[in-house]
């Protein structure tokens, strides 16, 4: 069987990897094996330059920015097919939607022109997003430090997510501005949910959109 494809989005802060390090954990001691993949990937190649163009030590073109954000996806994408035929569940901490949602918030670009790049990429079998308020992500340590992570910027972004992105046949809208056990608990049946029922539909990979 398979492995399922499961993707968390939210802004800035909203909580995606530290319940991705928490559902990991929780799967794993229930016997499943499971990654926890981020985009964007830093330490590859086009890694490197999206991760000085958000500390700012780079300037870059919005439409360049979403063509790298999308590469780094790409050149994952034969491997996450490949892990997931091992039987492997990933858990993705950000993917395409992320990818839309800022470059069309951020830097105004057209949303279909933005989903171009991300058609024919592996689709996540169930998407969570989870919904902090941005006041309360900017309350949260470390916020400000890298581009785009300002308040108004994050409205919009949040905007784009769920006005634009939010598919009702594959998201979950998860409310994430309370703890960290809080929304553990209210992942955890969903996800749950999506790795049990794996296992007896083994349904192929779908592409985006
Ligand atoms: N980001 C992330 C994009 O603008 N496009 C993308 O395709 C992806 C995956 O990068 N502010 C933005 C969202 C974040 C920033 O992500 C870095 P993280 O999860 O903070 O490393
Ligand atoms: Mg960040």
């Known amino acids: ?16 990897t530290t ?3 928490r559902l990991a954990e929780t799967l794993r001691q229930r016997g499943h094996t499971v990654e ?3 985009f964007p990937d830093r330490t590859t190649a086009t890694g490197k330059l999206l991760d000085a163009y958000l500390s700012r030590a780079a300037e870059m073109d919005g439409r360049v920015a979403h063509l790298l954000f999308s590469a ?12 997931l035929q091992r039987g492997v569940h990933v858990l993705l901490d950000r993917y395409a939607y992320s990818g839309v949602a800022f470059s069309a918030a951020v830097n105004q670009l057209d949303i279909d022109w933005c989903r171009a790049t991300e058609r024919g990429l592996p689709a996540p079998d169930r998407v969570f997003y989870l919904d902090v308020s941005p006041a309360a992500a900017a309350a949260r340590g470390g916020y400000g430090g890298e581009r785009y992570e300002s308040v108004p910027l994050q409205e ?10 939010y598919d009702a046949g594959r998201w979950h809208v998860v409310p994430a501005d309370g703890s960290v056990e809080q929304v553990h608990q209210q992942l955890l049946p969903l996800v749950l949910e999506c790795v049990e029922a794996a296992e007896h539909h083994n349904t192929p990979v779908g592409t985006l959109w």
Do not use: I, P, S, Y
């Open 1 to 16: 069987m398979r492995g399922v494809l499961l993707a968390l989005e939210g802004v800035d802060r909203c909580g995606k």
């Open 19 to 21: 319940q991705a390090a």
């Open 36 to 38: 926890t993949w981020r």
């Open 72 to 83: 780094n996806r790409w050149e994952k994408a034969d491997q996450l097919l490949r892990t």
């Open 156 to 165: 919009q972004v949040r905007r784009v997510f769920l006005e634009h992105l």
